[in-house]
């Protein structure tokens, strides 16, 4: 079974930056792809960024451009840049393998964008 450790959420200014970090205990199915995700109380889970073995990388319209992910396949670590924040990024980030939610998801990093 996976494990999931995010780290680096905070209180920013818009237009400001953060970068995540997530370390994923256990073995990740071969070739699966490992996203970040968020969460807004009351709304739905999206999925913002996902980064595939081979180093291929996806974004939803409302991040490119601002967000990059990055994926250390050694170390089972995935990272989220965050920069030009804005007020509606804020939400809690988890990061999860694609097509996996039914494995255990971890706390997740709350990340706050306000002046």
């Known amino acids: 079974q996976m494990h999931f450790a995010e780290s680096g959420g905070g209180l920013v200014q818009p237009g400001g930056s953060l970068r995540l970090s997530c370390e994923v205990s256990?073995?990740?199915?071969?070739?699966?792809?490992l996203a970040w995700y968020r969460q807004v109380p009351g709304k739905q889970r999206e999925l913002v960024a996902a980064?595939?073995?081979?180093?291929?990388?996806s974004y939803i319209d409302s991040v490119k451009g601002r967000f990059t992910i990055s994926r250390d396949v050694a170390k089972n670590t995935v990272y989220l840049q965050m920069d030009s924040l804005k007020p509606e990024d804020t939400a809690v980030y988890y990061c999860?393998?694609?097509?996996?939610?039914?494995?255990?998801w971890g706390q997740g990093t709350r990340v706050t964008v306000s002046s």
């Open positions: 999860h393998p694609t097509g996996m939610d039914a494995q255990p």
């Open positions: 256990g073995s990740i199915p071969s070739g699966r792809a």
């Open positions: 980064a595939t073995t081979s180093g291929t990388t």
